[in-house]
């Protein structure tokens, strides 16, 4: 097939378009013998018919072994190197009680940034002890809640909130741990939307103006110093960016160790994972290696016993375990100027597929906050008619409102057709909103032929709840 000139250069015009790429999918969803795409023994047919459109359809014993297969890398590197690991699942990237249980069953921690998201973690039964608070400015009431709950560690992200935190925890009679976010300055090779290592944002204290914080925090009694943490941004590939982030703690990390113990510290998330065949993400446990290799190395360097080394993935456990199931309601070929790369038009068109589907950036905001690419695949049919570019598009009054910039279907794509966007388990859902008043869809887990619902889909009635001008009939 020749490539369609609107397509971007990375989209591959000889990948099959009915095909299910390894690694963006997850490990149970396939297509069956008659076509359909099917995860854990249920199609997208019957997935669709019992809880509708838009769905969110989590692969339940993929994101479970994900869990235990990023536990056991860290643990294996870090125990190589004579060390120990604490992996913390990043609850920012998606959260219910259901997967706080899942990720608590493979031995992983949580974090939480929120007093609601401390809320779900806690109604999931988690002892309080494995959680970690984070947040640039979290309220008093969030604050003396996860003091008095016996949350096992706090973020101080500013010198506020040193009394704040101490204050609280002499209140209660408690001892909290707590750590410092400090920007390292390495800045992930990523949006910058999505950097959050810059000193110029709103995350953390500078690495100059860290000693000092943490001579504050050790000045009270109501607080222990557990050490620094650092976060140096989202979807990153590679692991230079997290081998010179953890040196550069390090450094400083040994400097503070002559006031006092200092026995942890978290490098924080971010690794990447595969939304399009042209993805090529860092194996987590080629990752775990090389932080092991650097810490142990900087550490003997130093002449410093190797603190727990932690760490804090959302994406990477969570991702790829989901895809989204829309329904098709309308299709239309729109004519296009062809322009080269400095955006001259080269006098030539071609055609490009808008297919619009039930759904859109109210279930899935990064492509149009981050022109974050997807891919997408017919999920009730295979098809082997002529390829034709797609744009993806919801149905939001918005026409940024666009949920795959670029991919190749079958051109038969028509109404009643069921897609299936893959990868969409992280910052899909959490940022789900109301836009154009359409409700949230459900989220529903398969395992082993049984689908069950662990979010519960709104309803109209919902949005109408909170409505006081409402007339509501007397009871």
Known sequence: MVANPLAPNWLDASVDDNALISGIWSSNTLRSSSGELEIAGISASELASEFGTPLYVVDEAHARNRAEQVRSAFDTALSAVGAKAKVYYAGKAFLCTEVVRWVSEA????????????????AAGLDPACIGLHGNNKSQSEIERAVNLGVGTIVIDSFVEIG?????????????????????????????????????QKFGVTIADAPALVAAIRSHDSLEFVGLHCHIGSQIFGTDGFAESAARLLTLHAELLKGGPVPELNLGGGFGIAYTPADEPTPIEEIAQEIASVVSAECARLGIEIPVICVEPGRAVIGTSTFTLYEVGTTKDVTVDVVDENGVSTGQTAVRKYVSVDGGMSDNARPALYGADYSVRIANRVSDAEPALVRIAGKHCESGDILVYADYLPGDVHPGDLLAIPATGAYCWSLASNYNYLTRPPVVAVKDGVARVIVRGETEEDLLARDMGVIRKAQ
Request: glycine share 10%.
């Open 107 to 122: 031995g992983l921690n949580v974090d939480v940034a929120s007093g609601g998201e401390l809320a779900v973690a806690h």
């Open 164 to 200: 704040r935190i101490a204050d609280a925890a002499r209140r209660a009679g408690k001892t909290q741990r707590v750590r410092l976010r400090v920007n390292s300055g390495v800045h992930a090779h990523t949006h910058s939307f999505l950097a959050t290592a810059h000193e110029d």
